[in-house]
């Protein structure tokens, strides 16, 4: 099968949109919808709904004043998402091997989404015969696990909305909120946060956050494995590698502005 060659049935709606879009990335100033309908033989009427969809979807920008049209910022944030996600996972792999290889765990590397989740893109088994193995594009709430105190450390909420999002997680051996704030103040001083045996009864997750210059948690490194292989010595040797790993990644990303301070 050709994946290049079109498909028999074109969605008209769709082809008409990105043709907006490929249209106004060319111009050099806004434009107007009558302007953009005669250029590119669409409909005005269509043309106003694409463009005002568009609008709503923060791809393209709308001057009240001139009534015209231009690619907006959200057109960039989503090319450079695209663009660097995979960039972004080649620079931290190594750093998700080193880990893997000092300790018996699992390295992973998840990214925040826009629905208050994380998604897995990227993992690193470690060589031992009994691992914990997770699948790259799996998705968990953001603020349960390990990374979840890490980004309830950072998120910025005041105790009833925190507990609001706790209210709706799901543990094997699920703690009370109070020790679940106790954790989450404790991975604020660290730098880093422990689950052991909660979000998964036998498992111990690590993880610390990887901070944008807002302050903003982006990524979380996890380190993940058998709690019967883990003694306590190991998962603070396993925390303070995260962090510093963690750190170095904030420096890359933000242009070696950001300290990441804990």
């Known amino acids: 099968m050709n994946e290049t060659a079109p498909p028999e049935k074109l969605v008209g709606a769709l082809s008409a949109g990105l043709k907006v879009l490929r249209y106004l990335s060319t111009c050099a100033s806004p434009v107007g919808v009558t302007h953009v309908a005669r250029e590119l033989g669409i409909n005005p009427s269509t043309c106003f709904n694409i463009l005002r969809t ?5 791809l393209v920008s709308f001057d009240s004043g001139s009534k015209s049209y231009a690619i907006s910022l959200g057109m960039i944030e989503l090319a ?7 960039v972004y996972v080649r620079m931290v792999h190594p750093l ?7 300790f018996p765990v699992t390295g992973t590397l998840w990214q925040v989404t826009d629905r208050e989740r994380v998604v897995l893109v990227d993992q690193v088994d470690n ?3 009994m691992r914990v193995h997770l699948s790259v594009g799996q998705r968990l709430p953001m603020y349960l696990a390990a990374l979840g105190r890490c980004m309830a450390a950072h998120s910025g909420l005041d105790r009833a909305a925190l507990q609001a999002k706790f209210e ?3 543990w094997e051996g699920r703690p009370s909120f109070d020790t679940y704030l106790e954790e989450v103040a404790q991975a604020l001083k660290l730098g880093y946060a422990v689950d052991r045996n909660v979000y998964v009864k036998g498992v111990t997750a690590v993880s610390a956050p990887v901070i944008s210059l807002t302050g903003k948690p982006i990524y979380a490194l996890s380190a993940i494995g058998f709690s019967a292989q883990l003694p306590d010595e190991d998962v603070t040797r396993v925390g303070q590698a995260l962090l510093a ?11 070696g502005l950001s300290e990441h301070r804990t």
Do not use: D, P
């Open 245 to 255: 790993h963690a750190r170095t990644v904030s420096r890359a990303l933000s242009g």
């Open 127 to 129: 060589s031992i015969s």
């Open 96 to 102: 998700l091997e080193q880990v893997a290889s000092q």
């Open 168 to 170: 709706t997680l799901r």
């Open 80 to 86: 450079k998402s695209t663009l660097s996600s995979n």
């Open 54 to 58: 568009l609008v709503h979807e923060r």
